[in-house]
Nanobody, 114 residues
Framework: QVQLVESGGGLVQAGGSLRLSCAAS????????MGWYRQAPGEERVLVAT???????KYADFVKGRFTISRDNAKGTVNLQMNSLKPEDTAVYYC????????WGQGTQVTVSS
């Protein structure tokens, strides 16, 4: 079992920055990929960025060049640095950990005002 706790969401003006953090506990040695997904009102949850235990990163096209994902395997943490935020980035952001089973955090709200 893996438990995930997110922090760092909030309200920011367009062009600003936020940093999301996620801390895993439990069987963190079993985790392969960790990442962030987001879900806007009325829309499906979509991938934002993922990173494997080997450090291989994947980004959605809509965040490339603006967001950076990083991870500390030993601590079981994953961070998402979000720069040049746009109003369309407004969503609930969820931390994900994959270890044969998908685990999810409770979500953290990110609101970008124009």
């Amino acid at each position: 079992q893996v438990q995930l706790v997110e922090s760092g969401g909030g309200l920011v003006q367009a062009g600003g920055s936020l940093r999301l953090s996620c801390a895993a506990s439990g069987s963190i040695s079993s985790i392969n990929a960790m990442g962030w997904y987001r879900q806007a009102p009325g829309e499906e949850r979509v991938l934002v960025a993922t990173i494997t235990s080997a450090g291989i990163r994947k980004y959605a096209d809509f965040v490339k060049g603006r967001f950076t994902i990083s991870r500390d395997n030993a601590k079981g943490t994953v961070n998402l640095q979000m720069n040049s935020l746009k109003p369309e980035d407004t969503a609930v952001y969820y931390c994900n950990a994959a270890s044969g089973v998908n685990y999810w955090g409770q979500g953290t709200q990110v609101t970008v005002s124009s």
